[in-house]
Every structure is written in structure tokens, then in C-alpha cells.
């Protein structure tokens, strides 16, 4: 059987600064009702890649395609079906939570009624509905992360880009978070997931790339990753043999 | 230290030398590690201020000096009233100068900085982080009363013959007054932080300051100084000098130092110790109020202080109302998030209301000359008259000018940079480049059409001006701030910067200073070719209708081109921007 084309890809990615490359070469692609899990250690390129593929910054080489448009030739085409929730959720102060969904409702050219039918469900579902009436910049860092993707959901999306969306969470909302990447998956989205959090990324990603000094070092299913010539038994064993921070366990230690 | 002692952490005193000398250190790297240029510029300006209060100093001893004298009686009347009340009126000065800016300061020192965490978890007693939270506070602001306070009272003392003795009691009272008005500052933020949010006082507070600021230098233009009278200027200083109330702690300073001056110790030294003792207790007093506030103040501005003044928006219904046909629904929703944002940021509202002041200021000068130049001392010559005369006539034009001019080096020229950390949002989303810099262009013109509309109205009314000459001058305000819409938003997005985190810094100097350049020679280029044909028009014995119609043409071409040509030209940088 043919497989489906994907809702992702990414062709010889490339951004440079000067003679950094912040990413080199990535290549991959997102199915539909896939969840891919993209991991790496602190500058490892992850927000950049994230960033190319949302339209926020240009690649130096190589291209995005969403949904079979082109990011650089047909932005408003892709990111027409593209949803982003940022790692740092910076979202306009002097705006209430719930003018900031009808805005960004607004940008999509989506009817009236429906964002406000759709608003409503979401700020009902993040527990901001009584907030809703409030600027932003009373709310806390968790209830703002819940505003940005309220937002990245309230036209929908085909793909789902997240960069580390459970940071300031509480256990509830994240558990929440999670449930909505699986329903979405579940209704054919691709969701692209950028985490810290390996046991996230083990148990809800169907597979995972690990991305190290801009390079794609690995990508597969769990069991590939172990297939890969790499028996240990967790994807943090996996994680931290590929990216060269087992050796500092001694550090403990140390501390200790 | 050994683990164990640093456990224990510091002592009071040990703290707050610790903590200040970390605020000096910091200085200090800042300036060593500043470029050749910048060093170069704190020495020039060092020495700058050093000579200007040895000319303060000087100034004000020669001129209290005079005020003795015969002479100045007879032109100024009985000054002396005045200068027994300058002392007081300076320490008054110093003391709500303190107490304003220490308000200010202490806000943000204390409730807005990004310190105050990590200094609070740290080994330290909390009361040393508050009063060198307080220390840090007072200190510039005494530095800066002293460069205004200081050269009025040395040179009141150098003029009169005082004592020696008057010259350091005068440094200690200041100190002593400035410590108290700096405890009684803290208290205020105290209070008033747990009312309002600190962020929200923050904002008032800055919008005050640039209003009050912008109304006291500006309203003297209002008052007509060069035909004050002997009589006037006596009343005046009469008026001045009845600020030095007898019951005031303030004057009881003022006058201690006098009797210093003079040598009559006894009455100096009971009302100097009752104002010294005084000032110690309320420094004191506030201190140990409002630390047991603050702590108070600081949780509860962590869990609840800023819900309670959250923007509510008129009602649910009207939030997802209609949208405008023909209008893509982008742009509209761009245009309605500017509005709301605009309207809601004081910061951006004090930016907003200084050309809404200067205009009002302006016409009411225009409206009260009457259409009639001053003529001076009569020696113009008759045709520079009949100029300035015709100029006039075009005054009201020219304010509705100034003011949309003034309005759009902010609407337009800092419209993208507006955005800041939150363009992410209309970066992600599928709006085009053309619908963008559209809604920019029509949330900046928009306002400063209607304000210069109205103003230009006002004035026509108040003036008696004709129909025919009223709509002649609104399309050309409309035409011309159109073109200066057009170019202010180009260099708008020339100097971006999305990273602010003051409002100031919100469009790149240069850029900001070749907008205003730009858009201060188009406009006087394009009224020069709407107003052109018709001023020529008699000379060329063409009717005056067919001068303002080509006027209209030339003019309106020249404008509509500036309006859509340079957004046109950056229109391809538009989807870089952020990226920096």
C-alpha cells in the first residue's frame, strides 16, 4: 500500500549565523496522525528548526513544506494550516485572553461565529473561561502558555507545532496538553513536538528525531533508536549516549 | 568563608555594605566596560555639570547679591519677603522633588525589578535588602537636588555674609530632609501597591510625568512674561513667598539656616534640632511601617494584586460582532488589536497625548492673535507684515499639520515595532504583506486625520473661516498626512526592533531621526504645490478657483505618491522582519 504523503517536510534544512550552523542539514518528514518528538540538548537547533518551519525565520538553504505548500514560495498557503505554540509564550499584554482568540481567529478568516463558538470551547477547556475577560498581562506564566495554544487551536490546524509546551504547566494541564495531541493525532494532524521532558516523548511520540549541534543524529520509533545498534533500555539512555552527557554522572558525585 | 559561616549568612550592616557595594561595582564595570566613545562622553559630561554649578553658584550670588540693592527695589518692589523665604522654598523644592522621584524609583526598585526574588531567597535579612532597595533610591535623586538645591543656598550665603557654620548644616539638612522624604516615598508605594498593581502605577505614573512635564514647559508660552509690570512682578514673588507657612517643618528649616547665617544661635539651633530630630523620626517611622507592609504587599501582589484592575472589555456579544465588508478580515483584525493595545498601554498613550497638548497650546495662541501678527516695535517693513499676516491664515492648517505629523512619528513610524516579542503571533499566521502594512498605515492615518480634522475644524469655527477655504484646507491635511503616513511607516519598517523592552527603544535612533527628516521636508515640499498655484494665481490672472484646483492636483499627486510608493519600496522586508 502507498503511504500517505506527509503534512511535513523538511529538505536539507540549513540556517547559518556567520559560520555557525545552527542547523545542518535536517531532513525529515511528519505524517498525518503522527507524533513526532524532537529532542536535543540547549542550542542544539531545535527552536531554530521549529522556527524555520513555522515561516518565523528564513532558512539559509534547504526547504519547508506544510501540507504540500512551500513555506518560502506560498507562506500564507502553509501557514493557512499550520498551529505554533512558542517556548516562550509572548503574547500581547494589553489584550484580553479571550480578544487574543478572536483575533487570532481574525488572521485565519475564519467566521465570526465560529471563533467565537470555538473560543469559547477552549477557554472553557484550559480553565481560562473566567479569565477570559482579563488582559494577559495579569495572568501567570502556565495560564498564558494555555492562552498561546488555545490560540495555535482555534483554526484547527493540520499540523501542530509545539516548542517545549509543558514547561510552567501544572501536572493537570499538562496531562491535558497530551490528551489534545493525541485526540488531534487521532483526527489525522501532524503534530511536531519539541520537549526536554523524555518520558513525553517516549510515551506519546510515535517516533523521534534527536538533533545535536544542528545535526540530525537520529530518528526512528522507539524500536528503531534501539534497532540503531543501541540496546539501552530508555529513551534517556538513548538520548544521552547520543549526545555525550553519560559521562557526566559522576557529577552527582561531586555534589553529593 | 567556610560552608559553615556561610550558612549563617551576613549580618545587617554587613549586608547592606555588601549589597551597595555590588550596586558600585556594577557601575563602575558598566563605565569600564563602556567604548573610548562613551567613557569620553560621561567625563565631558562630568566636567559639564562641575562647571555648571560653579555657575549656578556664582549666578546666584551676584543676582541675590543685587537683589539687595536700592536699584532692584525700585524696579521690583520689596523683594525681601522673597529672600526670606528662599531657603525654605528650596528646601520645599528638594524635599517634593525627593518624594516624587523617590516614589518612582522606589517603585520599581522594589516591585517591578527582576532582582527582588533572588535577593529575598538569599541568607540575608530582608530589612537589609529594603533599606539598600531604599539607599539606591535616594542617592541619585540627592545628587541631582543637590546640583539645583545646593549653588541657590551657597550663593544665599555667599551674598548675605553668613557664617561659616550655615555651609555644612546646610548639606546635613538637605541629607536629613531627603531620608525622610525617601521614607515617606516608600510608604506611598507601599500603600498604594496595595491598591493597584505596581506595573499599573508604573504606567500612570509614567504618563503623569510626561504630561505634567510637557504642560509646565509649554504653558509659559501662554503667559505674556514680557509685559509684566513692577506691580505684577512684586505680586508674584509676594505670592512665592507665602508658600513659606510658619507652621511648616520646611520653613523651620529655611529660617534655622537664616538665623545660622546671621549668627543668632539660640533660635537657629532649636529650630534646626526640632527639624533634624523631626526628619530622623519620620525616616524612622516610615521605615518600620512600610517594611512590614512591603513583605505583606509583595505576596499578596504575587497572588492577587493584578486580576482585580484587568481590562473588561464593553460586553461578550459585541466582542465576536461583524466585520466590515470588502475589508480583508486580516487587516481589519490587526487595525482592531492596534486600537485596543494603543488605547489600554499608558505608555503609548503619554507618547500620544504630548502633540494633543502642544496643539492645544498652539491654537489657543493662534485664536488669541487674531489672525494679526505682533508687530513688535512697528519697525518691520509693511510688505514682511502682509506676509506674516498670510502666513497666519494658514496657522490653522499648519497646527492640524503638526499635530498629525507628531502623531504618526509614533502611529506609523513605530507601528511594526510596536508588535515587540508578540510578532511572532502575526508572523505565524497567513497574513499577507500588503494586508499588514495596509492596516498599519490605516490605524496610524486614520487618528492623525481625525485629530487634525478636528483641530483644523475647531480653529475655522473659532476664526470665522469660509466654507470654501475650510474644505480646501481639509483635503489638503488629508492628502498631505497621507504621504507622511506613507513615508513615516516605511522607515517604520527600515528600523524595527521587535526586542524592546522600554518603549524608547522601539525604532533604531538612526532610522528614527531619518523619518522626522524625511517627512519635515515633504512637508513643507507638498504644501508648497498645494498653496503654490493659488498664491500665484493672481499674479498670472488666473481665477483663484483654478489655483487651488491645480493646487489640489499637484499637490494631492505629490502626496499620494509619497503614501504609496514607500510602503511599496519595503513592502519585501516586511516578511524578515523579527528575524535580527
New interface residues.
Given amino acids: 500500500m502507498e503511504s500517505p504523503s506527509p503534512l511535513l517536510e523538511t529538505q536539507h534544512l540549513v540556517k547559518r549565523y556567520g559560520d555557525k550552523a545552527a542547523v545542518d542539514d535536517v531532513s525529515l518528514q511528519v505524517y498525518p496522525g503522527e507524533i513526532f518528538g524532537f529532542l536535543g540538548p540547549n542550542g542544539a537547533g531545535k527552536t531554530t528548526t521549529i522556527r524555520m518551519i ?5 532558512p539559509t538553504s534547504g526547504s519547508v513544506h506544510v501540507a504540500g505548500y512551500d513555506v518560502q514560495s506560498e ?6 494550516t ?1 498551529g ?1 505554540v ?1 517556548d ?1 509564550p ?7 485572553g ?2 487574543l482568540l ?3 481567529g ?4 475564519l467566521e ?2 465560529q ?2 463558538r470555538r ?1 469559547e470551547d477552549l477557554l472553557r477547556m484550559f480553565d481560562l473561561a473566567e ?1 477570559g ?3 494577559i ?2 495572568y501567570s506564566h502556565g495560564m498564558r502558555q494555555k492562552t498561546a495554544l488555545a ?1 495555535a487551536l482555534v483554526h484547527d490546524p493540520r499540523v501542530l507545532l509545539l516548542d517545549e509546551p509543558t514547561v510552567g504547566l501544572d501536572p493537570r494541564s499538562a496531562r491535558l496538553i497530551k490528551d489534545i495531541l493525541r485526540q488531534m493525532a487521532g483526527r489525522g494532524a501532524a503534530v511536531f513536538l519539541s520537549t526536554h521532558i523524555l518520558e513525553i516523548a517516549e510515551h506519546m511520540c510515535d517516533r523521534i528525531g534527536i538533533i545535536d549541534h544542528g545535526r540530525l543524529i537520529a530518528m526512528g520509533t522507539m524500536d528503531d533508536l534501539r534497532g540503531q545498534g543501541r540496546k539501552e533500555a530508555s529513551l534517556e539512555d538513548i538520548f544521552l549516549s547520543l549526545t555525550g552527557g553519560a559521562e557526566y554522572a559522576g557529577i552527582a558525585e561531586v555534589l553529593g | 568563608m567556610s560552608a559553615a559561616a556561610a550558612s549563617a549568612g551576613l549580618g545587617f550592616s554587613s549586608a547592606v555594605s555588601t549589597l551597595l557595594r555590588l550596586r558600585v561595582q556594577t557601575v563602575l564595570r558598566g563605565f569600564r566596560r563602556s567604548t573610548r566613545r562613551r567613557k569620553f562622553g560621561t567625563m565631558v559630561l562630568l566636567l559639564v555639570v562641575i562647571t555648571l554649578l560653579g555657575g549656578l553658584f556664582a549666578l546666584s550670588w551676584v543676582l541675590l547679591g543685587l537683589t539687595r540693592s536700592p536699584e532692584f527695589a525700585g524696579i521690583a518692589g520689596d523683594v525681601g519677603p522673597f529672600i526670606n523665604s528662599l531657603p525654605a522654598l528650596v528646601l520645599g523644592g528638594a524635599f517634593l522633588g525627593i518624594l516624587f522621584t523617590s516614589f518612582g524609583v522606589l517603585l520599581q526598585a522594589l516591585y517591578l525589578a527582576g532582582d527582588m526574588d533572588f535577593l529575598l531567597s538569599a541568607p540575608i535579612p530582608h530589612r537589609a535588602v529594603f533599606v539598600s532597595k531604599l539607599l539606591q533610591a535616594i542617592l541619585p535623586n540627592l545628587g541631582l537636588l543637590g546640583f539645583f538645591g545646593l549653588p541657590l543656598l551657597f550663593g544665599l550665603g555667599a551674598a548675605g555674609g553668613y557664617n561659616p557654620l550655615y555651609y555644612p548644616m546646610v548639606i546635613a539638612v538637605l541629607v536629613a530632609l531627603a531620608l525622610a522624604a525617601a521614607g515617606l516615598a516608600s510608604l506611598l508605594v507601599m500603600l498604594t501597591v496595595r491598591v493597584v498593581p505596581a506595573r499599573r502605577v508604573a504606567e500612570v505614573l509614567g504618563f503623569l510625568g510626561v504630561t505634567v512635564s510637557i504642560l509646565c514647559s509649554q504653558s509659559g508660552q501662554l503667559a505674556n512674561l514680557n509685559h509684566l509690570s513692577s506691580g505684577q512682578t512684586t505680586r508674584a514673588l509676594q505670592l512665592v513667598a507665602r508658600l513659606d507657612a510658619p507652621w511648616s517643618p520646611l520653613s523651620w528649616a529655611g529660617r534655622g539656616l537664616m538665623r545660622l547665617g546671621e549668627g543668632r544661635w539660640l533660635e537657629a539651633a532649636g529650630r534646626l534640632a526640632l527639624v533634624l530630630v523631626l526628619s530622623a523620626t519620620a525616616f524612622a517611622v516610615a521605615l518600620t511601617v512600610s517594611e512590614r507592609l512591603y513583605y505583606s504587599g509583595w505576596a499578596r501582589m504575587q497572588a492577587v494584586g493584578k486580576k482585580k484592575w484587568a481590562a473588561r472589555p464593553a460586553s461578550r456579544p459585541n466582542l465576536w460582532g461583524s466585520r466590515v465588508r470588502g475589508i480583508p478580515p486580516a487587516m481589519q483584525a490587526v487595525m482592531l488589536k492596534d486600537f485596543r493595545t494603543l488605547r489600554r498601554d499608558l505608555r503609548n498613550m503619554s507618547q500620544l497625548v504630548t502633540p494633543l497638548i502642544l496643539g492645544i497650546i498652539y491654537a489657543i495662541m493662534l485664536v488669541r492673535s487674531g489672525g494679526v501678527p505682533d508687530p513688535g516695535r512697528g519697525e518691520a517693513p509693511a510688505w514682511a507684515m502682509e506676509a506674516m499676516r498670510k502666513a497666519l491664515s494658514f496657522g490653522g492648517m499648519a497646527i492640524a499639520l503638526f499635530i498629525g505629523w507628531s502623531l504618526l512619528g509614533r502611529l506609523a513610524g513605530m507601528g511594526f515595532s510596536q508588535e515587540g516579542r508578540s510578532y511572532w503571533l502575526l508572523k505565524s499566521a497567513p497574513v499577507r504583506p500588503a494586508d499588514l502594512l495596509a492596516a498599519k498605515f490605516m490605524i496610524a492615518y486614520l487618528p492623525a486625520a481625525a485629530l487634525g480634522w478636528g483641530f483644523l475644524l475647531i480653529l475655522s469655527l473659532l476664526r470665522r473661516s469660509g466654507i470654501g477655504t475650510t474644505a480646501f484646507e481639509m483635503m489638503v491635511v488629508a492628502l498631505c498626512l497621507a504621504g507622511a503616513t506613507g513615508i513615516n511607516l516605511a522607515f517604520g519598517v527600515l528600523g524595527a526592533n521587535m526586542s524592546w523592552e522600554d518603549p524608547r527603544q522601539m525604532i533604531r535612533g538612526s532610522m528614527g531621526l531619518l523619518s522626522a527628516l524625511v517627512s519635515l521636508i515633504y512637508l513643507p515640499t507638498s504644501l508648497a504645490l498645494f498653496l503654490g498655484p493659488s498664491l500665484l494665481a493672481p499674479l498670472m490672472a488666473i481665477p483663484a478657483w483654478a489655483g487651488g484646483a491645480a493646487g489640489l492636483a499637484l499637490g494631492g499627486a505629490a502626496s499620494l505618491v509619497c503614501a504609496i510608493a514607500p510602503p511599496r519600496w519595503v513592502r519585501h522586508r516586511v516578511p524578515g522582519l523579527g528575524e535580527g
Fill in positions: 513555522v515561516g518565523l525565520l528564513n507562506p500564507v498557503k502553509a501557514k493557512a499550520t505554533f512558542p516562550e509572548n503574547l500581547y499584554p494589553k489584550l484580553t479571550r480578544e478572536q483575533f487570532v481574525d488572521l485565519y478568516g465570526r461565529a471563533v467565537a473560543g479569565a475577560d482579563d488582559t498581562d495579569s490560540a
